[in-house]
């Protein structure tokens, strides 16, 4: 059922960058060629390693907690380093951008946070391995307040808590 | 931590004229002519200006005081203060008995006088309101009280002028509670703050070593709720402003945030927030009840009772996008009531009763709005690049909510004020702090 679901999923999302790419062409929505698909980030600014090739955050779409193809790459990358460094337990931090009211956008956070968790539960980890918290828009990483900013900001981060 | 002067005002009443007097203030429209009024400087004598000097290190306190009514006046936007340089009578003479025509040469239609005296460490003030065209007194009281009270007199002098001319309760006697900020935009310290409705006697409630936000006032007492970040873990807690002690609200296993207490002051009102879903809670402050009020896998959040505490108004994103509900209290019949373009948030129920102010966002706009209680009639009050979180003014009269300036790409030019506007869309300003703010709270009324 998972793995039906993240097939839509992950279906969906290549459909998606496929529409999004397509009026790409045609209007100016995205500005900064390769830095976003969607507006989801892909670039790798912000990005810090767990370990070598372990990059520590996903990012998310505008008012999305969906993970991308991307976001479940790295996160089993996550996983795997976890599965071999099983003293290091984790706290995954969510994170949402400026445009958005501030308790909505913890709930968001939260919500962004916990699919990242759900994750790395699915591939092995053990829950109480993980923690999460949410600090909505309280702690962005790049204080522009333009689209590229923001897609930076909407992001989970997995931080070592030992 | 904070000292609130537990002082009882003695309040006599020595003369009141009844109503049908020709003044009287429409605030029913909007775009109306604010009301000329003279203030006229309280008159201080010799003995009481050197006690003045002494004790309050304030040259004349009689016209501080009357300068704090005229700008709380003045900032309502429904009175026009009259410049002091036109006055033709001396303030103690104006005050035993005004020369009607000199007020009405310089198109006063209501005049306010008054006297102070500072004897034995007591301040005692009178102070008349008078109908300038009728020729007559509308008003006439007097408070005693600690001298260092002075600024509370000036914003108990302006409700009371204020209800006598429109007909509604005052909202000066109040404080704000609020989110100071400093610091750049990825690393924010944030402080609760506390000062009085006009910007003054700020106060810091918090060091700023951890993250705090959304302080809210319970509308029966000196209490306040709000989230803090304290060891990492974000919980709403309860916080008295005049002991300085403060408690976390409930045993969660998790975030709880957007705390709200009810009208009636018994409960706290929040979200709670599990593997990625977010459900309204309530606790009894009294027996520490806890009581689950939603169940749905959708965000529920910024829940706000109504005055007579049985509905509650809150935001869900159950539609796939923020919008907001309506339900009774106990958690049933749930009910959209935004059907606006755009997304909508951080409803608020009026003191009054029978409207909900909110935050809108639509094609990279915020609004902030009213609408009824059933989603008719929505009203955008300001629209700007970054607003949110509107709070009532005890008399439901004013809403105060914060703004955000936008960044250039260095993340420079960023800011966040306080701001408020009156309910008719006039009116809106800047109000004062001494640092960045953001998430304000209004009081109810402190003397009453």
Redesign the interface.
């Given at each position: 059922m998972n793995f039906t679901k993240s097939f839509r999923n992950t279906f969906l999302v290549i459909l998606l960058s496929l529409i999004v790419s397509a009026c790409a062409t045609k209007t100016t929505t995205t500005k900064v060629e390769g830095q976003m698909q969607g507006d989801v980030y892909t670039g790798t600014d912000t990005v810090k390693y767990l370990a070598d090739g372990v990059p520590d955050r996903v990012f998310f779409a505008t008012?999305e907690?969906i993970l991308t193809t991307k976001s479940r790459d790295t996160l089993r990358k996550q996983a795997n380093w976890l599965r071999e460094n099983s003293s290091i337990n984790v706290v995954v931090e969510g994170h949402a951008d400026?445009?958005?009211?501030?308790?909505?956008n913890?709930?968001?956070g939260?919500?962004r946070?916990?699919?990242a968790k759900?994750y790395l539960i699915t591939y092995g980890i053990s829950a109480d391995r993980i923690s999460v918290?949410?600090?909505g828009k309280?702690?962005?990483?790049?204080?522009?307040?333009?689209p590229l900013?923001w897609s930076k900001n909407r992001r989970s981060v997995t931080v070592k808590a030992n | 931590m904070i000292r609130i002067f537990n002082l009882t005002f003695l309040v006599f009443l020595f003369l009141i004229t009844k109503a049908n007097s020709l003044i009287e203030i429409d605030i029913t429209r909007g775009n109306l002519d604010p009301l000329p009024i003279a203030v006229s400087p309280l008159f201080q004598d010799d003995n009481s200006e050197k006690n003045s000097i002494n004790e309050l290190k304030v040259e004349n306190v009689g016209s501080e005081i009357s300068s704090v009514v005229e700008n709380n006046l003045k900032t309502s936007g429904l009175f026009n203060p009259l410049s002091k340089e036109a006055f033709l009578q001396k303030p103690d003479i104006a005050h035993l008995k005004p020369r009607f025509e000199d007020w009405a040469l310089i198109k006063a239609q209501a005049l306010i006088t008054g006297k102070v005296t500072i004897e034995n460490k007591k301040l005692k003030v009178e102070f008349r309101l008078w109908d300038i065209l009728a020729g007559r007194e509308m008003m006439a009281l007097a408070f005693t009280t600690v001298p260092s009270n002075w600024r509370r007199v000036g914003h108990i002098i302006s409700d009371k002028v204020y209800e006598r001319l429109t007909g509604e309760k005052g909202y000066f006697d109040t404080r704000i509670i609020y989110v100071s900020e400093e610091g750049p935009k990825t690393a924010r310290v944030k402080k609760l703050a506390i000062m009085d409705q006009d910007g003054f006697n700020t106060k810091y409630l918090t060091l700023g070593n951890e993250l705090v936000l959304t302080p809210r006032f319970n509308p029966t007492s000196q209490m306040v709720t709000y989230l803090s970040y304290f060891k990492n873990l974000p919980r709403v807690y309860l916080l008295d402003i005049e002991t300085g002690t403060q408690e976390v609200v409930g045993d969660f296993p998790g975030m709880t945030f957007a705390p709200r207490f009810s009208p009636d002051g018994k409960k706290i009102i929040m979200s709670f927030a599990k593997d990625g879903n977010s459900d309204i809670y309530t606790m009894d402050l009294e027996n520490r009840v806890v009581e689950r009020i939603t169940n749905h896998p959708s965000i529920d959040t910024s829940p706000s009772y109504s005055p007579d505490n049985k509905f509650i108004t809150f935001n869900s994103d159950r539609s796939g996008f923020q919008q907001i509900y309506v339900m009774k209290a106990d958690g049933s019949n749930v009910k959209r009531i935004s059907f606006g373009k755009g997304l909508y948030g951080t409803p608020v129920w009026s003191p009054r009763g029978d409207l909900i102010a909110f935050t809108k966002l639509h094609k990279g706009k915020f609004y902030i709005g009213v609408m009824r209680t059933d989603g008719s009639g929505e009203r955008l009050l300001t629209e700007n690049y970054y607003q949110e979180a509107p709070s009532w003014s005890p008399n439901g009269r004013v809403l105060i909510f914060y703004r955000e300036t936008k960044s250039n790409d260095k993340g420079e030019g960023f800011s966040a004020k306080l701001w408020s506007i009156d309910l008719t869309g006039y009116n809106e300003r800047q109000v004062q702090t001494e640092t960045d703010a953001s998430d304000p709270s209004w009081s109810s009324l402190l003397s009453n």
């Open positions: 008012n907690s400026e445009r958005g009211t501030r308790e909505y913890l709930a968001l939260e919500r946070a916990n699919a759900d918290i949410s600090y309280e702690r962005p990483v790049d204080s522009g307040s333009n900013s | -």
